[in-house]
Structures are given as structure tokens and as C-alpha cells.
């Protein structure tokens, strides 16, 4: 493990790991005050390799792996604008991985296969009553609910427990010192109460005067927040199923044919129609089970008197899916579920209850209701459905030769879209403009129909394309360009525009005046109730409480420096201005002290070492760049980006 910490090399590696560190973090700090331009390291990388350190690279396609596996649950997935953005900041993270096992290495830090052992054991839904779930359960666990290989998740796991270590020797020396302790408690109890203003821009929309020639010259500064985006129309052809049904014929040979070749797919296994009730053990000591144990007992004892299962398992059973069901689990086939579930429930008849049965994640009650043994389904019992899907399958062929004698037709003759339309029985429709990334009058959404929209020239179709209507064949019918309206066209938008852009600066200079007017001896109520404004109070509040559900106790951190009947300057407040008054301050309760010192001192211990851990990281990546170890292709993630954005448009 710690091959470079053992006897004499102790003492020599915790200097050399002291002294480089501290020499690492004051490059740090400047790095981190003034960043270092990174450039494009890439000289005589490919274009698809967005970073290479050593034998270690970074494809474009890898990237976007991680992109999609980091972002799969999330609905920020399906923005591409998102992605691109994220794109540099996921690198940066893979390659961090990579510079801080290396850097472990190097400096002789290892992961023994008995600490990876360990950590497996330590991991959540691996054990059970404090046992290893065993390799087969840990396998499927692993592949079905990490979505990975066992070999990819002790690789990730080990590189975990690697820069854990790493972090604890760098940071190992980062204390608290009792005085910051103490300013940190200080902080976050010490409240104070204010007197306040507020300034909303929409009650001065009214003073707002607005001439041609100011409305003229605010229109010419402001006219990209008026241009008006490429509006595209599109002449289509929609062929449904309706169009081709009446040529679909299915003879009874051809349903036949179809049974005699698709034999398997009637088979039915042997399946058992079950309600189970379940009590948890997974995590629970030999006491715990026990006593679970008893009341599982207890349920069973009540059924075999006669109560009644379903209104049973809707009190008792902590099966999530089937409890609000009374139970019911529906039909299952062997290996559907564990083998002492099943063992049961197929030996079990009809109308049966079983005993208590222990599986490796809690006790289980079932009751069969009926079962089915294996069997093929006969032809008359399944020839309704066979004739849907030849039915469906003639449709969708022939409406995809439609298709393509249209498109093919169109394509070549495009002047004459409508007359080849009607010469093959399609109506010709034509949709309202559309902007890039709105949906198209009468189709609807279609990332890939809105794509080709905005790629075709005028009068051009394009190949078909298949919609939940149908298949879909366009052609561009007109094609605005982007362009800045005149003012006419936009007068009333820019109007309500610099009113309330106007209204903004009447706000704050009206707070201004009012700070200004306090600060010079007025009373502060007084003041304000002459120009017609309500003073509100605030309750106590801390730094970190909302005031009012205005504004954080953060953004007014005035109120905390300034002495008692002060006035601040103006403090934006959401859409707001406002003008306080200190009213109190209330010192940081002294008896409370000891009850919080601990959680303060960890707190405060923890954020300093993700600090200087932070600044390690990225000192480490920084010199590896600049001794050329490690490679950055900046024109690649450029293309990268481009591709993300190049998909939302």
C-alpha cells in the first residue's frame, strides 16, 4: 500500500510531499487569482482526440459517452445548447481523474486488493446483515443498476479510494483555529433588524414621458433585442394509412404461413398468477429480524384464520409496487424472481397460501391464484392478431413505395409538386411560417423535419421523412430571412420596453435621493412619508435567513457593519430598490457556543480542505500542461460544441 511511507522512507517522503505541496499551493493561489491562459497544446493531435496525457487520450466519441451517461436521468440531457456548454467542464473532470492517479502513483500511494475488497463490502445494496451479497447478485447489481461491468466499477472504484488517499495526505495538515471558530459562530448568529424602503420600478412606469426622438435613438442602441430569426413555410404531402388501407388484402393461407413461422412466438411458458406480502430484512440485525420475523408470523396466523390477504397486504406489505394492489404481483415465469419465491409459488395449487419464506432481502407470504402450463397457442386464438400485423406491415410497405414514387417524382420535376400529387391521389398542403426550434403548424415537433426546413433552398424536397401522422414529404415554399424590423412595426414592444427600462433608472435614482436625503440629517419615517413611501420593519434575521422573502441576509451585510439608526446606500432587491435603516443589532448568543463549536469547526475544516484540495488539482493539471505532458485540443472541443449547437438549430 503505502509503499513510500514504510520505515526510513517515512520521515524523507512526507517532507519532499510537504515541500512541494506548499510550493504547489502558493502557485495555486495565483492561479487561482489570476488563471492561466491554457492555449491549444494540440500540435499533431487528430481531430477527433481532445486530450492526450501520455498513453492516456480523450476522443471526441469518449467525451460524449461520458456526456451521455453522466446525463441520462437528467432532463438537461435533451439540450443540446446545455451539453455543449458542460462539454469542457466533463473533460476536465475525466482528466482530472487520470492527473491525480498518476500524481498518487508517482508519489507511492496504491490501493491493496484487500482495501478494494473492503470498499465493495462497504458499498450501499452490496451486504446484507452485514454479509457480501455474493458474486452472482453483486454482478447483476453492478451491470443492472450501475450500468457498467464489474471491471469498469472496481477500475472506477479503485481510482475513488486512490485520490481519497492522495487528498488526505495533501490536506492532511489543514487545521481551524480556534479564533475562526469562534468569528465563524459570531457570523451566523449575530441578527439584526432593519427599517426599509422599497422602490418597485413598475410604480414610476407612469413618470415615465416618452418623445419620438427618444424612443428613436432608444430603438437604434437596442435593435438586436428586436431582430426577428428566419421564418421558413413548407408545401407537403402527408401519406397516412387511410390512404393506402383499402389496397391491404390478408388471405387466411397468408396468416397461416405466418402462424407455421413464427411457431415460438405463441409458446406460453409455465406462469403462476401470485399476491405476495413482504416484510424487509436488508440491513437489519439478527434482533431486528427477529422481531420481524414474529409479526410476519403474526399476518400468516390471521390469514389461515380466515382473514382476508389483499386488505392484509395493503396494511403489512412493504412491496412497494404490488402493496396498494392488495398484494397482487400479477403473472411471473421461472427466473423471473428468486429461487425460493419461485420454488414456491410453482409448487403451490391454486387457492394456496404458503408459509413464511426468507429470501436474501426479507420474509415473503404468497398466495397463488392460478397457473398455466406451457403450451402453444392454437391459430384460431391468435388470428385476429396476426392479421393486425400483416395488415400493418402491407400498410407501412405500401405507404413507404408511395412515398418513394412521389419523392422521387417531385424531386425531379419540383416545379410541378401539386399536379404529381394529385395525378397520385395526395392532397398538397401548405403550413404558416415557423421560426428555428418551434413547432411547425400541422406537424407538430420534429427535431429531425425542423432540421431539414432550414437546410433545403427554395422549392427543393426533401427525402421522406416519418411523423406520428404518417410519412411526410416537403418542400420549401417560402423563406423569410432574418431582418430588424422597422420601428413601426415593433413601436408598441419598444415602447412598453423603454418604459420599463426607464421606469428602472427612475427607480434607483429616486433611492438614491431618498439615502442621500436621510444621510444628511432627515428622519427617516418622516422622509419617507412625506414623498409618499411605506416604511416596513423587518423581524430579527441572520445573515443566512430571508428578509421578507425579499432578499438574503447575505446581500445585506450593511445591516450587520452599521451602527444603529444608520442609513445604507441603495441594495437591489430582486426586480427592487431598497434604502434600510439599521433599527438593532443582536449580539451572538455567547451560552450557545460549546452546542455548535464542533459542527462549525468541521464545517469550516471541510471547506478549507476541498479548498486547498481544489487548488491542488488544478495546479497539478496546469503544470502537466506546461511541461507538455499533458495535450489540450481546443480546436476539437470548439468542433465539439459547434455539433451540440449545430443539433438544437
Known amino acids: ?81 446545455l451539453m455543449a456548454q458542460f462539454a469542457p467542464n466533463v473533460l476536465d473532470a475525466m482528466l482530472q481523474d487520470q492527473i491525480v492517479a498518476q500524481e498518487a502513483r508517482r508519489v507511492g500511494l496504491e490501493v ?34 450501475m450500468n457498467m461491468s464489474v471491471q469498469q466499477f472496481e477500475a472506477q472504484l479503485r481510482q475513488g479510494l486512490i485520490s481519497d488517499k492522495l487528498r488526505d495526505v495533501v490536506t492532511d495538515a489543514v487545521q481551524v483555529s480556534p479564533a475562526e471558530v469562534h468569528q465563524e459562530f459570531v457570523q451566523r448568529n449575530e441578527k439584526a433588524k432593519i427599517q426599509y424602503v422599497l422602490f418597485n420600478p413598475t ?27 428566419e421564418e421558413r413555410s413548407l408545401r407537403y404531402v402527408l401519406i397516412d394509412m387511410d390512404h393506402v388501407r383499402s389496397t391491404v388484402k390478408i388471405s387466411d393461407d397468408e396468416m397461416q404461413n405466418y402462424y407455421n413461422q413464427h411457431l415460438n412466438d405463441y409458446r406460453v411458458p409455465d406462469e403462476v398468477k401470485m399476491s405476495q406480502i413482504l416484510f424487509k430484512t436488508s440491513g437489519k440485525t439478527p434482533d431486528e429480524v427477529a422481531k420481524i420475523r414474529q409479526s410476519a408470523q403474526d399476518v400468516l396466523n390471521q390469514i389461515q384464520k380466515g382473514g382476508d390477504f389483499a386488505d392484509l397486504a395493503k396494511k403489512n406489505s412493504e412491496d412497494t409496487n404490488s402493496a396498494s ?57 391468435v388470428k385476429a392478431s396476426i392479421s393486425n400485423i400483416l395488415e400493418k406491415d402491407k400498410i407501412d410497405s405500401a405507404m413507404a413505395q408511395l ?56 422549392n427543393q424536397v426533401g427525402d421522406p421523412l416519418t411523423l406520428p401522422k404518417g410519412i411526410v414529404i416537403v418542400q420549401l415554399a417560402d423563406d423569410v430571412p432574418a431582418h430588424t424590423p422597422k420601428l413601426d412595426d415593433v413601436r408598441t414592444q419598444v415602447e412598453q420596453d423603454y418604459r420599463a427600462d426607464q421606469s428602472k433608472v427612475i427607480a434607483e435614482e429616486k433611492a438614491k435621493d431618498f439615502a442621500d436625503k ?92 476541498s479548498f486547498v484540495w481544489e487548488i491542488y488539482r488544478q495546479t497539478l493539471k496546469q503544470r502537466l500542461i506546461k511541461e507538455g505532458k499533458l495535450k489540450i485540443n481546443d480546436s476539437a472541443m470548439k468542433a465539439l460544441q459547434a455539433s451540440y449547437t449545430n443539433e438544437s438549430s
Open 518 to 609: 436621510v444621510k444628511n440629517g432627515g428622519d427617516f419615517k418622516k422622509l419617507a412619508q412625506s414623498m409618499g413611501l411605506t416604511v416596513k420593519e423587518s423581524k430579527d434575521f441572520a445573515r443566512q435567513e430571508t428578509v421578507d422573502n425579499l432578499i438574503s441576509g447575505t446581500e445585506l451585510s450593511e445591516a450587520f457593519t452599521l451602527n444603529p439608526g444608520q442609513t445604507s446606500g441603495v441594495v437591489t432587491a430582486g426586480a427592487n430598490k431598497m434604502v434600510f435603516q439599521v433599527v438593532s443589532h443582536t449580539p451572538a448568543d455567547e451560552s450557545t457556543f460549546a452546542a455548535q463549536k464542533a459542527q462549525i469547526e468541521q464545517q469550516l475544516l471541510d471547506q478549507k480542505k
Open 325 to 381: 394492489k392488495g398484494g397482487d404481483v400479477g403473472w411471473i415465469q421461472h427466473g423471473q424472481t428468486v429461487q425460493e419465491v419461485e420454488n414456491t409459488a410453482f409448487s403451490l395449487p391454486p387457492g394456496q397460501t404458503s408459509g413464511l419464506i426468507t429470501t436474501p432481502y426479507g420474509i415473503v407470504i404468497l398466495k397463488v391464484f392460478d397457473k398455466q402450463t406451457a403450451h402453444v397457442q392454437s391459430f384460431d386464438s
Open 403 to 458: 412515398a418513394d414514387q412521389f419523392t422521387q417524382a417531385a424531386k425531379a420535376d419540383p416545379q410541378h409538386f401539386e399536379a404529381i400529387a394529385t395525378r397520385l391521389g395526395l392532397n398538397v398542403q401548405t403550413t404558416g411560417l415557423f421560426k428555428p426550434n418551434a413547432p411547425i403548424p400541422d406537424l407538430g415537433i420534429s427535431p429531425g423535419l425542423q432540421t431539414l426546413a432550414f437546410q433545403l433552398q427554395t
Open 112 to 145: 491493496s486488493d484487500s482495501e478494494l475488497a473492503q470498499a465493495i463490502r462497504s458499498y450501499p445494496g452490496l451486504s446484507q446483515n452485514g454479509q457480501f451479497v455474493g458474486m452472482d447478485q453483486y454482478q447483476a447489481i453492478v451491470q443492472q443498476a
Open 203 to 229: 410604480d414610476f412606469t407612469k413618470d415615465v414621458e416618452v418623445t419620438p426622438s427618444e424612443l428613436d435613438a432608444y430603438f437604434a442602441t437596442n435593435k438586436d433585442r428586436y431582430k426577428q430569426p
Open 1 to 81: 500500500m503505502y509503499r513510500f511511507f514504510r520505515g526510513k522512507n517515512r520521515q524523507k517522503t512526507m517532507k519532499y510531499l510537504l515541500i512541494f505541496f506548499l510550493g504547489i499551493v502558493s502557485v495555486g493561489m495565483v492561479v487561482t487569482l489570476a488563471p492561466l491562459p491554457q492555449g491549444d497544446t494540440s500540435t499533431n493531435m487528430n481531430s477527433n482526440v481532445l486530450a492526450s496525457m501520455g498513453d492516456y487520450q480523450v476522443t471526441t466519441q469518449d467525451l460524449q459517452r461520458q456526456i451521455s451517461q453522466r446525463f441520462a436521468q437528467s432532463p438537461l440531457g435533451n439540450n443540446p445548447q
